[in-house]
């Protein structure tokens, strides 16, 4: 019991720690405002600019869910056809790990061109950032089913698409939920940077804005609050996923 309250307070105490000993390093060097901010004086511009934040944290935040939500079902579809099909996954998962591999911040002026300034390419970087993990978790859980689970149920009378939507998927479910917390969190990543370059409001723009005028407690501030809502995020699919998936951690539960 003891050891399981530790465990469940063990990011806190980590946190805590972090940033006593970040303010102490701040306080014993006397490290300018201007260069690195204290903890205090990043909650000082937290509050102070808490209702501008707050807008651009909304923008951000619903951009990134909307870019997101597509990444979902395009992963999903397309997770399911390369998963599905040994041609498929030949053909399809070599493209896709060299389109991974680009930087998505370099698609983001020519998303500009092709939709202007605004939300259109921060939902779309979002979702370029994002979809790959969910379409290779989805792919992986369908293809690496078992020939010989696969070869009973030909036996049994089912057919090719009965073992994939009835076995196949939720057996996929536990790398499913994986990946939509690693997506969830690149997705904030990808929203951020457009609109770094391709936007007026969010909290990219709030960070070149407050980095242009040297107010680096405001930008550190705005670095908080999309950690915070990443973070938020990744808990909710983490909660989802022990909802809905608990069957998959039975034995690693019963080893706590």
């Known amino acids: 019991m003891a050891s399981r309250k530790l465990e469940s307070w063990s990011p806190w105490i980590l946190l805590v720690a972090t940033l006593l000993l970040w303010q102490a390093v701040c306080s014993a060097f006397n490290v300018s405002e201007f260069i690195f901010p204290s903890p205090v004086r990043i909650w000082d511009q937290l509050m102070e600019f808490r209702g501008e934040i707050a807008k651009h944290a909304w923008r951000t935040f619903w951009v990134t869910m909307v870019g997101f939500g597509i990444a979902i079902v395009v992963g999903v579809l397309l997770g399911f056809l390369i998963g599905s099909s040994r041609i498929a996954y030949a053909a399809i998962y070599p493209l896709m790990t060299g389109f991974n591999a680009l930087p998505k911040a370099a698609f983001v002026p020519i998303l500009v061109v092709w939709f202007g300034i605004g ?14 993990p969910i379409t290779v978790n989805i792919a992986t859980g369908l293809a690496t089913l078992e020939p010989e689970l696969e070869d009973v149920l030909r036996v049994l009378g089912a057919k090719r698409w009965d073992v994939l939507v009835k076995v196949g998927l939720p057996r996929s479910m536990p790398y499913f939920f994986g990946s939509l917390k690693v997506a969830i969190t690149l997705a904030f990543v ?3 940077v457009s609109e770094m370059t391709a936007s007026n409001e969010g909290i990219g723009y709030l960070l070149v804005s407050a980095g242009s005028s040297m107010q680096m407690g405001l930008a550190f501030a705005g670095l908080v ?7 938020a995020m990744y808990e909710f699919f983490s909660v989802l996923e022990k ?10 539960q019963g080893g706590h």
Do not use: E
């Not at 909802?243 to 690693?252: D, E, L, P, V, Y």
């Open 119 to 132: 939300v259109g390419p921060a939902v779309l970087t979002a979702f370029l950032i994002s979809f790959f």
């Open 243 to 252: 909802r809905i998936t608990g069957w998959a951690h039975r034995g690693s």
């Open 190 to 192: 990808g929203t951020t």
């Open 225 to 231: 609050v999309v950690g915070a809502m990443a973070m």
